[in-house]
């Protein structure tokens, strides 16, 4: 495969993966790889399977192709191209929490002879260098980091950069308990979305809507914590970002939690995760979710004892027994009994729910 038929099939990865059709596009990109013998074409089509694993949460393959792009790179002998396959084996280490080693690799990229990539990629790498360093809890160069990356965003005018800095900063102040800087940052990622971000990813929207609805919840504004969580969830299960599926669920049960609704914690959680698989074609996983998110349902008693309705998908009028038992008033009426038919305790003056 020439270079110009490498050119265009990594172009049609590229538009099938932006129609989130990532498998199509990744059995493109692997057979560029088996094919091409165009080092700059082989170099390019590595970080793109570099991204589309990171962004699919499959952090081992992820490594594994930052390795070999790595390879091509000195290959290629171009400082340019070694600085972006050095950065790509950071951001992989940090995926996968190694981030003694992404903070090595990347003193590596600082290290390299100036580059022209140095200038967009400069601020890259202190952003990747932050969090390695937050990861770690070393706070103040976690924070020496994201300023370094933040003032690279602005001499560029790079919007994207400062977008995924803010987010950083929105964790940050998060994990040293300063709530409210928690939610300005966030906050002024989802503006820089809505001003500047028309042709990006949308997974900049739904990061920043995380980040928003995890400073929402520490604040105590539960309701918009949970308006956030679930728009950054749509968007992430519209582009399979498992590693953002996996916090929103995180992020969903801990509201629940602050509201003192643990079993529909439970329940948020089996059946997202129901949905989640069914989308993956994964019927072991599946099934097992099933299972448990009716085990929960019953466990909650969330239905009508007598009817077998669930309760409270419709307004009606609830009757409770002294036994703490609920059921459906026009049940309990046409049932006649004077106990209560779960527990069979009589029922005396039952009050209204």
């Known amino acids: 495969m020439g270079q110009d038929q490498t050119k ?32 700059v074409g082989r170099f ?26 790595i390879d091509t790179a000195r290959e290629l002998e171009d400082p340019d191209f070694l600085l972006e396959s050095y950065l790509n084996l ?15 690799y990347c003193k590596t990229c600082l290290g390299l002879p100036g580059t022209r990539a140095g ?13 390695a360093f937050l990861g770690l809890s070393l706070f103040q160069k976690a924070l020496e ?17 400062e977008c995924r800095v803010c987010c950083s900063l929105g964790s940050f102040y998060a994990q040293v308990k300063d709530y409210e800087k928690a939610l300005f940052f966030p906050c002024k990622a989802a503006e820089l979305v809505n001003d ?17 609805a995890v400073a929402y919840r520490l604040l105590g504004h539960l309701g918009s914590a949970m308006e956030c969580c679930e728009e950054s ?13 996996a916090l929103c669920l995180l992020c969903f049960a801990d509201i629940h939690r602050s509201r003192g609704d643990l079993e529909l914690s439970q329940l948020k959680l089996h059946c997202l995760s129901e949905g989640i698989y069914r989308g993956k074609g994964l019927q072991r996983e599946l099934r097992a979710h099933v299972v ?43 049932n006649g009994t004077r106990s209560c038919p779960n527990c069979r305790r009589s029922s005396m003056k039952p009050g209204f729910v």
Request: net charge positive; proline share 1%; glycine share 6%.
């Open 8 to 39: 265009q099939q990594i172009e049609k990865g590229l538009q099938l993966y932006q129609s989130n059709q990532t498998e199509k596009a990744l059995h493109v990109w692997m057979k560029v790889l088996e094919k091409s013998s165009d080092l």
């Open 292 to 334: 448990r998110f009716h085990e929960c349902v019953e466990e909650t008693e969330l239905y009508c004892g007598l009817c077998g309705e669930s309760i409270g998908e419709r307004n009606s009028r609830l009757q409770a027994l002294p036994c703490s038992h609920i059921f459906h008033l026009r049940c309990l009426q046409n």
């Open 44 to 69: 390019r089509v590595l970080g793109c399977l570099v991204t589309a694993h990171s962004e699919m949460g499959r952090y081992k393959e992820m490594l594994k192709f930052a390795v070999v792009q």
């Open 196 to 212: 500047y971000g028309k042709g990006w990813s949308l997974k900049y929207r739904a990061m920043s809507q995380y980040h928003m």
């Open 145 to 161: 980091s994201f300023e370094k990356a933040l003032r690279y965003a602005h001499n560029n005018d790079d919007a994207m950069l």
């Open 233 to 245: 969830m749509k968007i992430a299960l519209q582009h399979g970002d498992r590693p953002l599926q």
């Open 119 to 131: 200038a967009q990629l400069g601020g890259q790498v202190s952003l990747s260098m932050g969090n």
């Open 90 to 104: 950071a951001r992989s280490n940090e995926k996968l929490c190694e981030f003694h080693k992404t903070i090595s």
